[in-house]
């Protein structure tokens, strides 16, 4: 199976922050925030300690969307090149401008749908993000299956940890 796919700078940048509010260290900081929120509201503590879990939050939250954003400015970016997929029983052939790589099927973690992408997490969390709109909706059926089947089925009849 063959798919073409170009990635928006806009759905890049809905990915990136989404991806970043997934992340364990987000849990931390909410958790610390919430933690710090119900304290002050609960026993009646001075307003100023809010400050000690809402900063480091805010702050989390606004590196995540300034790198984002930082990103998707980047000139010949190989996320936003024209990209030809290629879909074999030995992994993906992945193509544009700049060249060519081949992964094979068990470098490829899970995969799931997010904004509008079939998201594919690779080992070491990097992503591969291929709009739905890409993959014509008579294939649609077929890729997943192809998906489930390389993918999910490896983690011996349970499916894989999909995005959400």
Known sequence: MVIHATLSKALFIQLS????????????????CAG???YVLLQGADPRLLLLGWIPFGMYMLSGILSAIRASRV???????????????????????????????????????????????????????????AIPPHQVAGFETLLQKQIDSRSKGEPSSRVS
């Open 36 to 38: 710090v929120t119900a």
């Open 75 to 133: 000139k010949n970016a190989p996320y936003f090149l024209p990209t030809r997929y290629e879909f074999t029983p030995a992994g993906i052939t992945i193509s544009t401008s700049q060249g060519r790589s081949q992964l094979g099927w068990e470098h490829i973690e899970s995969w799931g749908k997010m904004v509008n992408c079939y998201v594919l997490v690779l080992q070491g969390n990097a992503v591969l993000a291929i709009p739905q709109e």
């Open 17 to 32: 922050i989404l991806r970043h509010f997934q992340r364990l260290t987000f849990y931390v900081y909410a958790t610390l």
